[in-house]
Nanobody
C-alpha cells in the first residue's frame, strides 16, 4: 500500500533552516506529482510547494518563494523540502502528499491529493 513517511521537523529560531524528507513507497514514485503542505493550529491546510511529473519547474506558494526548495531523489523514492530563513509564520505541521501516477492535476489543492503522510512538526520562534 502507499506509504509516505515525513521526517526532519523540529524547533528553530527565526532565520534558521530545516530540511524535511518524505520517504515514499507502494506506488510509482517517479511518475507521480508530489507536494508539501502545512497546517497551523486553527487554520486550513495550505499547499507550500509541488513537483509535477514532466514539468521541470517546481511550484511554490508566494510566501515561501526564494526561501524553500522542493526536490526529489527518484533513486531513493524520497521527496525533500529545504527551508531557509524560517519565520514564525512558517510554524505548523508539514505534510507530504502524492497523487496517483499518471493522474497529476497540476494543482496544489489538498483535496486533489489522495495520499498523505502523518506529518512532521515545524516550530519557528522569534
Amino acid at each position: 500500500q502507499v506509504q509516505l513517511v515525513e521526517s526532519g521537523g523540529g524547533s528553530v529560531q527565526a532565520g534558521g533552516s530545516l530540511r524535511l524528507s518524505c520517504a515514499a513507497s507502494g506506488f510509482t514514485y517517479s511518475r507521480s506529482c508530489m507536494g508539501w503542505f502545512r497546517q497551523a493550529p486553527g487554520k486550513e491546510r495550505e499547499g507550500v510547494a509541488a513537483i509535477y511529473s514532466g514539468i521541470p519547474a517546481p511550484y511554490y506558494v508566494d510566501s515561501v518563494k526564494g526561501r524553500f526548495t522542493i526536490s526529489q531523489d527518484n533513486a531513493k523514492n524520497t521527496l525533500y523540502l529545504q527551508m531557509t530563513d524560517l519565520k514564525p509564520g512558517d510554524t505548523g505541521m508539514y505534510y507530504c502528499a502524492a497523487q496517483r501516477a499518471g493522474f497529476c492535476t497540476y494543482t496544489l489543492r489538498a483535496s486533489d491529493f489522495p495520499y498523505w503522510g502523518q506529518g512532521t512538526q515545524v516550530t519557528v520562534s522569534s
